[in-house]
């Protein structure tokens, strides 16, 4: 073995996750197996975004500065052999940026510890990766109790001559959501045609968008579902849930290199139509608005209540049947039911190993304090967060893990075989008359 037998950085109590504006604390721990000359012993943090034109490549474009600070814990002298701690801390700014990675870029923070050694000796080094995480208020995002709804017309043709549209309409129960949260879509599709339509999809997408010499976005779908198609002259209501998955919370405050937005589109493929709704994903949940309905004062003493028609007059109802006379009879509207759920399910905390001792927290019994949750790994770009749980802080062992492309999956509910291909696929001697 050589001179340097340990050199490593230790954080306070075994944290990985901070928050903007805490103070990092740590020790540098050194042993020796000889003397060692040195001339200075420093130990800086660094933080910094950091963009790409190629996926996965470390020739960065562009880069963003947030955190560039050092400190220099022994002057020039020699260490005798043993062990030796120096201590430090560092401030975080209050306006750092969530950490992130994605396949253009990333966003990155980590501790460095130098023993500058005299001239023609080897410098020693070590390193130390911790994460930013500035929790995102749902409730701080501009009409996030608004309703979400967006609708479209499509008109088309069909057997040469005829004509036909198709209004889809869709809205979800909230703008904004936290991880492990259900999200609930309505799609009502109203077939003014007498061809039926394809079937119905709805996606989760991710859209992180890049700025390097010019914009890179990168759309991921998240969770798909699909519902059967809609018959001619029929009005359906589609009503289905997707539960959200460990993803980066949306936008990146104090970023301006990364921007990360999701959606959800619901579509139809025949014909081609589709509206899309803009969703947020956060760590604070939205709050229930208030009712809006307010029970009135009642009538005056003395007053006559009105009496309102059950139905409407003969004439009236004489001349709306002749109006309708000439156009199909729409049927009343009915619930759509899915094909297919494509859920991605979000990862599972990861945890100690069977018969792995339990890790215990620094300075004191297991229960003299609460054990921090466990560490788990966003989907999508590899950000850490703190799931509900026992166990202590397990370091990665990725750094970038990425929803499947499910555009290359192959569909998992396929049709069933028509009359004609099951008749021309069937046992000749089975046919009466063969």
């Excluded at 990360?260 to 899309?276: C, G, H, I």
């Amino acid at each position: 073995m050589g001179r340097v037998q340990l050199f490593e950085i230790r954080l306070s109590h075994g944290r990985i996750v901070y928050s903007p504006g805490e103070p990092l604390a740590g020790t540098v721990h050194v042993c020796l197996g000889a003397p060692l000359p040195f001339r200075v012993i420093r130990v800086s943090c660094t933080g910094s975004c950091r963009v790409s034109t190629k996926a996965n490549d470390t020739a960065w474009v562009t880069e963003e500065g947030y955190v560039n600070s050092a400190l220099s814990l022994a002057d020039k002298g020699s260490l005798p052999t043993g062990e030796h701690s120096f201590p430090f801390q560092f401030l975080l700014p209050a306006t750092a940026p969530t950490s992130f990675e994605g396949p253009f870029g990333k966003i990155v923070y980590q501790v460095r510890a130098t023993i500058d050694t005299p001239r023609f000796s080897k410098d020693h080094q070590c390193s130390c990766v911790f994460y930013i995480l500035s929790p995102l208020n749902l409730n701080s995002i501009p009409d996030i109790e608004q309703p979400n709804v967006a609708s479209t017309t499509k008109k088309f043709s069909y057997k040469l001559v005829k004509t036909g549209s198709v209004v889809l309409t869709a809205s979800t129960d909230l703008r904004g959501y936290v991880v492990g949260q259900v999200l609930r879509l309505q799609a009502d599709i109203d077939n003014q045609s007498g061809k039926d339509t394809g079937p119905v999809v709805a996606s989760l997408l991710q859209k992180v968008s890049y700025k390097a010499k010019r914009w890179i976005y990168d759309v991921r779908a998240i969770a798909d579902v699909e519902g059967a198609g809609v018959k001619a002259w029929r009005r359906t209501q589609w009503q289905e849930q997707i539960l959200v998955p460990a993803l980066p919370q949306s936008a990146l405050p104090g970023c301006s290199l990364i921007h990360v937005d999701y959606y959800l589109q619901v579509s139809l493929k025949v014909p081609e139509a589709s509206v899309t709704l803009p969703v947020f994903v956060g760590h604070i949940a939205v709050n229930p608005a208030p009712p809006s309905l307010q029970p009135g004062p009642g009538p005056p003493p003395g007053a006559q209540s009105l009496v309102v028609p059950s139905a409407p007059p003969q004439e009236e109802a004489e001349a709306e049947a002749e109006a309708t006379a000439g156009q199909p009879h729409l049927v009343d509207p009915v619930s759509l039911l899915a094909k297919c759920h494509l859920q991605l399910r979000p990862p599972a905390a990861l945890g100690a190993g069977p018969g792995a001792p339990e890790p215990h927290p620094l300075g004191g019994s297991p229960a003299s304090r609460p054990l921090p949750p466990t560490l788990c790994i966003s989907t999508g770009a590899a950000v850490p967060y703190f799931a509900d749980g026992a166990g202590g802080p397990v370091p990665t062992t990725s750094t970038l893990i990425l929803p499947p492309e499910y555009s290359l999956w192959a569909h998992p509910c396929e049709a069933p075989p028509s009359y004609e291909q099951s008749c021309s696929s069937a046992d000749p001697g089975l046919i009466p008359g063969s």
